[in-house]
C-alpha cells in the first residue's frame, strides 16, 4: 500500500527536557508539520496517556504524528507512522509513513534497504542531549543526504537561524522549537 503522508518539511520531537512546552509548541508550528512522540523516559502506561493527549492536539492542528518504536505499536495507538532505527517491520504497507534514524552511510543504506519513506539524519551541528559528540557539519550533511534514496529531515542544534544557513528543505528540532535555548521565534 502507498503511504498516505507526504513528509513535512518542518519536525518537532519530543524529549523530557521539552516536555511541559509541547502543547505550546505544537500550536506554534505551522499546519501539516511533523511531530516524533519519543518520550522513553516515561514508563510504557504514562507513555501511552501523554501520546493521546499530544495526539489530540495534532489532529486539531493538523500535524502528522509518528510514534518512535514499533510499526505496530504505532498502529495500536493511532500514530501515523513510526520512527527508529531500521529494519523498519514495513510501516509504510499500512499506509504510514516510516522514518528512519541514520548517522552516517552504512545506516542510510540500511534505511533504503528497509524502505524508509524519511531519514532523520544527524547531528548537524552540536547538541545539548549529546554534549561534546562528533557532528555531521553542513557540508558532510549535504553529502551524505544526496546518498538518500528518501527525503532527508536534517536534525541536531537546529533552530530557524541554523536552518536557514544550511539551506535544507526539511529540518527537526528538539529545544530549537520548543522554547529551548536555540529556539527563533
Not at 109 to 114: E, P
Request: charged share 20%.
Amino acid at each position: 500500500m502507498r503511504v498516505r503522508h507526504p513528509v513535512p518539511r518542518l519536525w518537532l520531537l519530543s524529549d523530557a527536557r521539552n516536555d511541559a512546552a509541547l502543547e505550546s509548541a505544537l500550536r506554534r508550528l505551522p499546519r501539516g508539520s511533523g511531530f516524533v512522540f519519543r518520550h522513553y523516559h516515561l514508563p510504557p502506561a504514562e507513555r501511552r496517556v501523554r501520546f493521546c493527549v499530544l495526539r489530540r492536539v495534532c489532529r486539531q492542528y493538523g500535524h502528522l504524528m509518528i510514534l518512535a518504536g514499533s510499526a505496530r505499536t504505532a498502529r495500536a495507538w493511532g500514530a501515523q507512522g513510526s520512527y527508529g532505527a531500521p529494519p523498519l517491520h514495513r510501516a509504510g504497507r499500512a499506509g504510514r509513513l516510516a522514518i528512519a534514524a541514520a548517522h552516517d552511510l552504512r545506516e542510510i543504506a540500511a534505511a533504503k534497504r528497509a524502505g524508509a519513506a524519511a531519514i532523520l539524519l544527524s547531528p548537524v551541528f552540536a547538541t545539548r542531549s549529546h554534549p561534546g559528540a562528533a557532528t555531521l557539519g553542513p557540508v558532510r550533511f549535504r553529502l551524505l543526504a544526496r546518498l538518500a534514496a528518501a527525503p532527508v529531515i536534517a536534525l541536531g542544534g537546529i533552530d530557524a537561524r541554523r536552518a536557514r544557513r544550511l539551506g535544507w528543505p526539511r529540518w527537526a528540532a528538539i529545544d530549537g522549537l520548543s522554547g529551548g535555548p536555540r529556539s527563533a521565534p
